[in-house]
T-cell receptor
Framework: GQQLNQSPQSMFIQEGEDVSMNCTSS?????WLWYKQDPGEGPVLLIA?????ELTSNGRLTAQFGITRKDSFLNISASIPSDVGIYFC??????????????FGKGTKLSVKP | DGGITQSPKYLFRKEGQNVTLSCEQN?????MYWYRQDPGQGLRLIYY???????QKGDIAEGYSVSREKKESFPLTVTSAQKNPTAFYLC?????????????FGQGTRLTVV
């Protein structure tokens, strides 16, 4: 089946640092979504991307839809403690007239440096 | 307040038992989805429903069953045929039968086999 490769799997952040994570696919997607999940909670949508090359910001978060339609990245600037959690990318294919189901990456876990 | 509600938050099941997870939304969304999440994994689609009285299998439907008798409700039954049911279960809904920026997740149900 379809797979998304999300990296890094985990990372430690120090307050104030910038963070970057990305997702790649062997397939072309027409939608990329980025979610954040806190422990024991459901994912919350952060940014949605619908066009190749699209660059969208949401506060300190910036995400881009890769020009090849096979990748996307998420950047967090000037990280703060509440940024910790698991970030998921999700991609959606378009099958001849209808949207396919979302495919999720395995997540990037953000933790605070001890 | 509009939203999507899952209950219970925690559920314990004995071997051989069927259990039903509840998912209710008051967003007037047409489509509803059930996902399973295992540690370190992305979300995997179990079942989805785009309209009342209709539903389709996702990638890992074996051992699960659903019903969609009302627009606002999409319960998931984990049957005794599901050999490894311990997981975090997430319900989601979208305005139409496609993922878009109006996608909402519930808070999740953690199921544990005892």
């Amino acid at each position: 089946g379809q797979q998304l490769n999300q990296s890094p799997q985990s990372m430690f952040i120090q307050e104030g640092e910038d963070v970057s994570m990305n997702c790649t696919s062997s397939s072309i997607f027409n939608t990329w979504l980025w979610y954040k999940q806190d422990p024991g909670e459901g994912p919350v949508l952060l940014i949605a991307l619908y066009k190749a090359g699209e660059l969208t910001s949401n506060g300190r978060l910036t995400a881009q839809f890769g020009i090849t339609r096979k990748d996307s990245f998420l950047n967090i600037s000037a990280s703060i403690p509440s940024d910790v959690g698991i970030y998921f990318c999700a991609g959606q294919l378009y099958y001849g007239g209808s949207q396919g189901n979302l495919i999720f990456g395995k997540g990037t876990k953000l933790s605070v440096k001890p | 307040d509009g939203g999507i509600t899952q209950s219970p938050k925690y559920l314990f099941r004995k071997e051989g038992q069927n259990v039903t997870l509840s998912c209710e939304q008051n967003l007037n969304h047409d489509a509803m989805y059930w996902y399973r999440q295992d540690p370190g994994q992305g979300l995997r689609l179990i079942y989805y429903s785009q309209i009342v009285n209709d539903f389709q299998k996702g990638d890992i439907a074996e051992g699960y069953s659903v019903s969609r008798e009302k627009k606002e409700s999409f319960p998931l039954t984990v049957t005794s045929a599901q050999k490894n049911p311990t997981a975090f279960y997430l319900c989601a809904s979208t305005l139409e039968g496609r993922w878009n920026s109006e996608a909402f997740f519930g808070q999740g149900t953690r199921l544990t086999v005892v």
